[in-house]
């Protein structure tokens, strides 16, 4: 399972981790990209990658193209069936340019088989915040129709489409707080007597370095996670629980028809 998107995305996959193995024993608050192989006793890999790259300055900013293609190089080796899985989305940067440039990409690595999974947008700066930007109503409505776009051109393409615009827009009280009042999950440490397993105490996660300036692309490294390794750990909130329940409802509903054929 590849992931490719903002912090929304990466709560929707700690949220896939916890649900598949029962528990959560690593995190990381990542801005580049993770692979984890130890979900669902060794047989599946997820791998994320985390687009746009906002804090760089434009001209040295990844592509989008760019880095779709980095995610897979490094998860390789990939499947061409939907036993492979692609979800892409994000808060409010995503558009239909980038649902045509997925499938580029997965036609051109030969990948046009897997299931991609597009999650829409969603709210998080119609709220007044201190130092952060906030949507007038007129953006608000450009949101909305941006967000019918990419849910039909998603259809069209044949990939599935999860709405979430209409759920972060109608559950505005349950955003966590932050600076950024887009995050709809949060990760909390799980108190526990027994002592650490193998497995939280050996697992390591690879993530990217950068390479030098003016690439936005990075090199991979491995790194244990020393403050987390040893824990157990538990994704809270209802909004990110929602859509990524209807996430797994999609994953579960094309495994059954495949069985079924």
Same mark, same amino acid.
């Given at each position: 399972?590849?992931f490719i998107?903002?912090?929304?995305n990466?709560?929707?996959?700690y949220?896939?981790m916890?649900?598949?193995?029962?528990?959560?024993k690593d995190?990381?608050?990542?801005?580049?990209?993770?692979?984890y192989q130890?979900?669902n006793?060794g047989r599946?890999?997820?791998s @994320?990658?985390y687009?746009p790259?906002?804090? !760089?300055?434009?001209n040295e900013? %990844?592509?989008?193209?760019?880095?779709?293609?980095?995610l897979i190089h490094?998860s390789? %080796?990939?499947?061409?069936s939907?036993?492979t899985i692609?979800?892409? &989305?994000?808060?409010?940067?995503?558009?239909?340019?980038?649902?045509?440039t997925?499938?580029?990409?997965l036609d051109?690595?030969?990948?046009?088989?897997?299931?991609?999974?597009v999650?829409?947008?969603?709210? &998080?700066f119609?709220? %007044?915040?201190?130092? =952060?930007?906030?949507?007038? !109503?007129?953006?608000i409505q450009?949101?909305?129709?941006?967000?019918?776009d =990419? =849910?039909?051109t998603?259809?069209?393409?044949g990939y599935?489409a999860i709405?979430t615009?209409?759920?972060?827009?109608?559950?505005?009280?349950?955003?966590?707080q932050?600076?950024?009042a887009?995050?709809?999950?949060?990760?909390?440490?799980?108190?526990?007597?027994?002592?650490?397993?193998?497995?939280?105490?050996t697992?390591?996660w690879t993530r990217t370095t950068q390479?030098? %300036?003016?690439?936005g692309l990075?090199? !991979?490294s491995t790194v244990q996670?020393?403050?987390?390794?040893?824990?157990t750990?538990?994704?809270?909130?209802p909004v990110?629980?929602? @859509?990524s329940?209807?996430?797994?409802?999609?994953l579960?509903?094309?495994?059954?028809?495949?069985v079924?054929r």
């Amino acid at each position: 399972v590849l992931f490719i998107g903002d912090s929304t995305n990466r709560g929707m996959m700690y949220f896939l981790m916890e649900r598949v193995n029962s528990s959560l024993k690593d995190w990381g608050k990542a801005h580049d990209t993770l692979v984890y192989q130890n979900l669902n006793g060794g047989r599946t890999q997820v791998s @994320y990658s985390y687009y746009p790259q906002f804090w !760089l300055e434009k001209n040295e900013r %990844p592509t989008f193209r760019e880095a779709l293609l980095q995610l897979i190089h490094r998860s390789q %080796p990939l499947l061409n069936s939907n036993q492979t899985i692609l979800v892409v &989305g994000g808060v409010q940067w995503l558009n239909t340019n980038h649902l045509r440039t997925v499938q580029e990409v997965l036609d051109r690595e030969s990948l046009g088989d897997i299931l991609v999974v597009v999650k829409s947008l969603g709210m &998080g700066f119609h709220l %007044p915040v201190d130092g =952060i930007r906030s949507l007038s !109503l007129t953006e608000i409505q450009n949101l909305f129709r941006e967000n019918e776009d =990419i =849910i039909s051109t998603a259809e069209h393409l044949g990939y599935e489409a999860i709405d979430t615009f209409g759920i972060t827009m109608g559950r505005h009280k349950e955003f966590l707080q932050g600076r950024c009042a887009c995050h709809f999950h949060e990760v909390e440490k799980l108190r526990s007597s027994k002592p650490p397993d193998s497995l939280a105490s050996t697992t390591k996660w690879t993530r990217t370095t950068q390479t030098g %300036p003016g690439t936005g692309l990075s090199s !991979l490294s491995t790194v244990q996670d020393t403050d987390q390794a040893g824990g157990t750990f538990h994704i809270r909130g209802p909004v990110n629980q929602v @859509y990524s329940e209807i996430l797994l409802s999609r994953l579960c509903l094309r495994a059954r028809e495949e069985v079924i054929r």
